[in-house]
């Protein structure tokens, strides 16, 4: 299973709720000695050396399926002149083919380490490579949206973002219209801005996550709306995708009067 950089953690997040991601046209497999681990870059990922025909190779993957990207067809590498390229444990993907530099998108572990002598020709077998996202907290619509975005430079605008309070828990496969709001009593989802926008705007992401600005504040209650259970960050003001969401927040009781808020900085997104 492939892992996300921290790098691509970061540009994802920052494409949904602020900066939009621009995706290269080709990403490329690197042959590794050891754990690129989450914090590699182009520069840092214990690739092979860069001698003795060692080059990074174009790798394509296809449609997202089950919240993942899967490699399609078979990576061939230079055949292996001049001495061996060391025993390679580990893949990293890379936004450029130039070694030592770009950005490291994704990385993971071969099933089976493999020393690779002089005369040696690798091949990765299609299927081998594949990307995903692990469940619960970032809908499946999103997930496959920001796969297809990185790996397959296909088109996903970066959305708007609005913050719900749902009386039910929330799913992966649920949506902006099948998720359970209050109904009634002025409830409105609330709009989070970019970073630099209006308030409440989210700040830049950094360590990891994204987080709100300013208080995330609701229009007060003029009827009961329930025992909130989960918080969802949604497209639109009403319907349209689920993106984030989380049932592990605090039961609280909404009545008549009352005023819901996030106040700046509790409300965290994250990718991991």
């Known amino acids: 299973m492939g892992s996300l950089s921290d790098y691509a953690e970061l540009e994802l997040l920052d494409h949904v709720c602020n900066a939009a991601y621009s995706p290269v046209a080709t990403v490329y497999l690197c042959l590794c000695t050891a754990d690129p681990t989450d914090a590699a870059t182009g520069a840092s990922m214990n690739e092979c050396a860069n001698s003795n025909g060692y080059a990074r190779t174009a790798i394509t993957f296809g449609a997202p399926s089950s919240r993942r990207v899967t490699q399609t067809g078979d990576v061939t590498f230079p055949q292996a002149s001049g001495g061996g390229w ?13 070694y030592g ?3 490291v998108l994704a ?7 493999k020393t690779i002598n002089d005369g040696n ?22 997930a496959e949206n920001l796969l297809d975005l990185m790996f397959r430079k296909q088109a996903y605008a970066a959305p708007d973002t609005y913050v719900a309070l749902c009386t039910a828990t929330i799913s992966d496969s649920d949506t ?8 009634g009593g002025s409830y409105a989802r609330v709009q989070v801005n970019p970073n630099g926008g209006a308030a409440p705007d989210w700040d830049l992401a950094a360590s990891g996550l994204v987080d ?10 003029t009827a009961s709306w329930g025992t909130i259970v989960a918080v969802a960050i949604c497209s639109a003001a009403t319907l349209g995708d689920l993106l984030f969401y989380d049932n592990d927040m605090t039961d609280q009781a909404v009545g008549d009067g009352d005023t819901a808020k996030f106040p700046a900085g509790d409300l965290d997104i994250t990718l991991s």
Not at 121 to 142: H, K
Not at 176 to 183: D, H, N, Q
């Open 86 to 98: 060391g025993t390679v444990t580990h893949w990293a993907i890379a936004d450029t083919n130039t």
């Open 101 to 103: 530099s770009g950005n």
């Open 107 to 113: 990385h993971g572990a071969f099933g089976t380490s």
């Open 121 to 142: 020709t690798p091949e990765v077998a299609s299927g081998e490579i594949y990307v995903e996202f692990s469940a619960n907290e970032c809908s499946d619509t999103l």
């Open 176 to 183: 902006g219209s099948t998720i359970t709001e209050p109904g």
């Open 212 to 221: 709100n600005s300013d208080d995330i504040t609701f229009t007060t209650a």
